[in-house]
């Protein structure tokens, strides 16, 4: 499969529930036979791309939404802007934009839609914002991004926040071996681990629901083809995967199991070709640059998937690990910054409540969904020359 690009053991605190890790999985996944689930293959709403009106310019989107009246919601981060377009795609009004004054943002990392079609939007600055159906501006909540200061052996990378649908802010804090007083690296390849709660909004406090397998690394690099740990949110639910075990865990925000689902696909053997022990440019701060040796720790399989979704009735979207045809981190595939996207379309199987396949399918070529509802899959897609685009397809089930 060609790739699109830009540019072990659980515990579970406090239920304390352990179970052994591995790299396949022979559940009885097959339960139903197919079904009719498929996604039109011509988008039905479509904004961005190469128009160039600047209300329809979209530059490093984090999240969309679509409305109960077929309106869609775009968290354009490039202008901290909240993009509102009809069903149609016609622009309809911003809100929000660069600065610190009452309903204006920061940086959004996402957004969220509650009762009645008003938004949540998490930003840098403030932190938490409520926007009413209209777009007009409610309330908002500062968050002390860099607080938790009572765990100085870890700290949080890259997406470590994560908004709920009820407006929860978590924090995922992974091991931080600088500190002299902390524990050394490990030698070889291992995984983080990752101490997921809810940090109270001074950032003095920290909830904790579970420790968990975060990323895997080789020293103080991510491991090519590496196991990690995906998150997905339904309700006040928690959808926790760790791709290197047999099972998704389902979290209340107690800590408390929920369920527990199968992991529908099993790992695949990572071929030679995709071994390279080349050499790799790397530039420096002063903007020179040097060579250092490639990749050279492997896997003997990749993970089994990539990510998880949940819809809006509650079924967990499993997207099988796609096949890179080159040295690929792990986590790419899960972030739209990842910049890793299947050209030809990503297999997934749709998991019930009961943890059975309910239906397989290949979502659009490029696109990395980000929000799926009953009849809808609306996601974002990168051309050649990284322009983004939103874009909407018809979901029939």
């Not at 199968?262 to 040097?290: C, H, I, M, W, Y």
Request: proline share 9%.
């Amino acid at each position: 499969m060609k790739i699109f690009r830009r540019s072990g053991f659980w515990v579970v605190a406090p239920a304390l529930v352990v179970w052994a890790a591995c790299g396949t999985s022979d559940a009885p996944t097959e339960a139903l036979e197919a079904t009719e689930w498929r996604i039109d293959s011509l988008p039905e709403f479509e904004v961005g791309g190469h128009d160039d009106r600047p209300e329809y310019t979209l530059f490093n989107v984090a999240s969309a939404t679509r409305l109960s009246d077929g309106r869609v919601v775009v968290a354009n981060s490039g202008t901290s802007q909240l993009r509102y377009y009809g069903p149609d795609g016609t622009h309809l009004f911003d809100v929000a934009g660069e600065g610190g004054g009452p309903g204006e943002l920061r940086f959004i990392f996402d957004v969220v839609r509650i009762a009645g079609d008003s938004l949540v939007v998490f930003s840098r600055d403030p932190g938490l914002t409520w926007y009413d159906p209209e777009g007009r501006y409610v309330r908002s909540e500062r968050r002390n991004m860099f607080g938790v200061e009572h765990h100085p052996c870890r700290f949080g990378e890259g997406p470590n926040w994560r908004l709920m649908p009820d407006a929860t802010l978590l924090r995922l804090l992974v091991d931080n071996f600088a500190p002299a007083n902390c524990p050394p690296r490990p030698e070889g390849p291992f995984r983080w681990t990752g101490l997921l709660g809810i940090p109270s909004p001074d950032g003095e406090r920290f909830d904790t629901i579970a420790i968990l397998p975060a990323t895997e690394r080789v020293g103080s690099n991510y491991r090519v083809f590496g196991h990690d740990l995906l998150l997905a949110m339904d309700s006040a639910v928690i959808l926790a995967g760790d791709t290197g075990s047999d099972s998704i865990l389902a979290l209340g925000l107690q800590g408390d199991t929920v369920r527990i689902l199968p992991n529908p696909f099993e790992s695949r053997a990572v071929p030679e070709e995709l071994k390279d022990e080349g050499l790799r440019e790397v530039r420096q701060s002063d903007g020179s640059t040097r060579f250092m040796p490639g990749f050279s720790d492997y896997p003997d399989a990749f993970p089994p998937y990539a990510r998880l979704l949940v819809d809006e009735d509650g079924f967990v979207w499993v997207m099988q690990y796609p096949i890179p045809d080159e040295p690929l981190n792990s986590w790419r595939f899960a972030q739209p910054y990842g910049n890793a996207v299947p050209e030809d379309g990503a297999s997934w199987r749709v998991l019930g409540p009961d943890g059975l396949v309910v239906a397989d399918l290949i979502t659009p070529p490029g696109l990395f969904p980000l929000e799926i509802g009953s009849d809808y899959v609306l996601g974002l897609s990168h051309d050649e020359f990284d322009v983004e685009t939103i874009k909407l397809y018809r979901l029939h089930r």
